[in-house]
């Protein structure tokens, strides 16, 4: 079901620009060795559940035909435009939402991502995004090479 709280995204953004801010700001001479560690593991599982949170916003725009509305082409060119993105980063976000993401049908229900499995771990912290390219890279090749002929049986 989809969310029409007005204010979550300032809300949410704000808290996650302090929590950035206060890791940034803070001492870490006093941290133990384990402590960096845990830090570290701790980041590193925020920065990939962000990822999703990426495919939930891209999606956002597509849905909403924001680029369209911002006279953009395409959700490409306006992931470009409006976050600085080169065209292969704001391609492969594309991309990414499209494997991993919750879409919606036209009654505003929500569609099982293709990748429904990869995109449960990556929500949760416990695979990168480009471990997430890498499973969807070869969810999607082709069994058969183009290259390779198959094989006919000879005429009698």
Same mark, same amino acid.
């Given at each position: 079901?989809?969310?029409?709280?007005?204010?979550?995204?300032?809300?949410?953004?704000?808290?996650?620009?302090?929590?950035?801010?206060?890791?940034?700001?803070?001492?870490?001479?006093?941290?133990?060795?384990?402590? +960096?560690?845990?830090?570290?593991?701790?980041?590193?599982?925020?920065?990939?559940?962000?990822?999703?949170?990426?495919?939930?916003?891209?999606?956002?725009?597509?849905?909403?035909?924001?680029?369209?509305?911002?006279? +953009?082409?395409?959700? +490409?060119?306006? %992931?470009?435009?409006?976050?600085?993105?080169?065209?292969?980063?704001?391609?492969?976000?594309?991309?990414?939402?499209?494997?991993?993401?919750?879409?919606?049908?036209?009654?505003?229900?929500?569609?099982?991502?293709? %990748?429904?499995?990869?995109?449960?771990?990556?929500?949760?912290?416990?695979?990168?995004?480009?471990?997430?390219?890498?499973?969807?890279?070869?969810?999607?090749?082709?069994?058969?090479?183009?290259?390779?002929?198959?094989?006919?049986?000879?005429?009698?």
């Amino acid at each position: 079901m989809r969310s029409n709280e007005t204010g979550i995204g300032d809300t949410a953004g704000a808290g996650l620009a302090t929590a950035v801010d206060t890791l940034l700001d803070a001492n870490l001479a006093p941290l133990t060795d384990d402590g +960096v560690t845990e830090l570290m593991r701790s980041v590193e599982t925020s920065k990939r559940r962000l990822a999703a949170l990426e495919h939930r916003l891209v999606i956002e725009v597509v849905e909403r035909s924001i680029p369209q509305r911002a006279g +953009v082409r395409d959700a +490409v060119r306006f %992931l470009e435009q409006a976050l600085r993105l080169s065209h292969r980063e704001a391609f492969g976000r594309m991309k990414a939402a499209q494997q991993f993401g919750i879409w919606h049908d036209i009654t505003g229900q929500d569609l099982e991502p293709l %990748l429904a499995y990869t995109a449960k771990i990556q929500a949760a912290g416990e695979i990168s995004p480009e471990h997430a390219r890498a499973i969807g890279n070869i969810m999607h090749r082709p069994r058969t090479p183009s290259r390779v002929q198959t094989a006919t049986p000879p005429s009698k």
